[in-house]
């Protein structure tokens, strides 16, 4: 072989190689870092002191390409061919505990709530996305009978900075211009160390609305949605066992209803439980049985959680946090649809900013059904 043949086949060798590494580029970088770096399944992981599996649709529908056709893709799971059947096991009453009976009966047909994880980054630099995000959510709430946006912490990216604030609340003003939003706040609300709250708690869509019970510093609430026939809890950064007493006595006052619970850390990026997730889980999940969903974010990626007690009731939780993915992870938002006949929760995963379903190439990880699971 002359030389000059030498020279063409090398040069056509790492050519060959340089579009295979391109290739390979381009498809890992539609993966967040956590998921680069744990591996496809860690994301999805479940812990359980008896292990219980999270079962996930076999015929999930492809998505259609508008945000108006997540009908198409998201209510068939609600409808499974064997559902399981919606009654709870028994859960034990406290004694301390006022009963509620509820004046007005919860309605049958599905109703949604829209969940916001980690905005920090869209109130810093991108407002645009936020608004976005605002936007779609009042436009698909009549389609999805939603009962609020849920907002679970990081709401700015730094707290001292008023324009973090401002642009925050630009876009959370056009959400309650049509329908109500819900928050608690974050480490980067308040201070990861040094918790002040007096910032976070002078704007308006903190604290609102008056029909919440406020703990005696507002640092976490109970909202009972009677028409929807469930309790929203929510408990903000830095909680300790005077919170957890103060909110498993609110959550004790509305027995007769199934509880979400916000809080900012709850899962790692692997689905272990965090330091504060644990000390959740063991304050509140434990005394308090009738919370059955745990919505957190603060941690990056995509993870679920999910332990059976001792009493056979259930309790799961989903933490997601993909806008540190400054590229691919932009204006992703939950719809949590709720069905009282089945008492499944059907997810689906979105951002009007991109106009693109499912984060995660394994649509599974971002579009599931939770069974019997309020």
Not at 101 to 127: C, G, H, M, N
Not at 330 to 351: D, E, K, Q, W
Request: aromatic share 14%.
């Amino acid at each position: 072989m002359t030389k000059t043949r030498m020279f063409q086949a090398l040069w056509l060798l790492l050519l060959s190689l340089v579009c295979v590494l391109m290739f390979y580029y381009r498809r890992e970088s539609t993966k967040s870092p956590q998921e680069r770096f744990f591996g496809e399944d860690a994301v999805v992981a479940a812990t359980s002191e008896e292990q219980t599996p999270l079962p996930l649709p076999t015929d999930s529908p492809t998505p259609e390409p508008t945000v108006y056709e997540i009908t198409e893709v998201f209510i068939p799971l609600l409808y499974t061919p064997s559902p399981v059947p919606p009654t709870l096991p028994p859960t034990p009453t406290p004694t301390s505990a006022p009963a509620f009976v509820a004046t007005d009966a919860p309605k049958s047909e599905p109703f949604s709530l829209i969940w916001f994880s980690d905005t920090q980054y869209y109130a810093y630099k991108r407002p645009d996305i936020f608004l976005s995000m605002a936007e779609w959510a009042t436009g698909i709430r009549a389609e999805y009978n939603a009962a609020a946006v849920v907002c679970t912490g990081d709401i700015v990216d730094n707290r001292n900075y008023t324009r973090h604030w401002t642009n925050a609340e630009a876009a959370i003003d056009k959400i309650t211009e049509s329908m109500p939003f819900y928050c608690i706040a974050g480490n980067h609300d308040v201070g990861a160390d040094k918790v002040e709250y007096e910032t976070y708690l002078s704007y308006d869509f903190c604290t609102a609305p008056e029909s919440m019970e406020f703990s005696e510093d507002r640092h976490c609430w109970v909202l009972p949605l009677y028409e929807q026939g469930i309790l929203l809890c929510g408990i903000g950064w830095q909680n300790d066992d005077a919170y957890a007493d103060w909110l498993n006595e609110r959550i004790h006052a509305y027995v007769d209803l199934p509880a979400v619970l916000l809080v900012h850390s709850f899962l790692n990026d692997d689905g272990s439980l965090s330091t504060n997730g644990r000390r959740v889980e063991k304050a509140i999940l434990r005394k308090s049985p009738t919370v059955r969903l745990v919505l957190c974010g603060h941690n990056d990626g995509s993870a679920r959680w999910s332990r059976t007690y001792g009493d056979g009731h259930v309790v799961n939780a989903m933490m997601y946090n993909f806008q540190d993915d400054k590229k691919y992870g932009l204006g992703y938002a939950r719809i949590l649809m709720f069905n009282p006949n089945t008492r499944n929760i059907a997810v689906t995963t979105y951002s009007p900013y991109l106009n693109d379903y499912n984060y995660y190439r394994k649509a599974e990880k971002d579009t599931f059904t939770l069974y019997n699971a309020w």
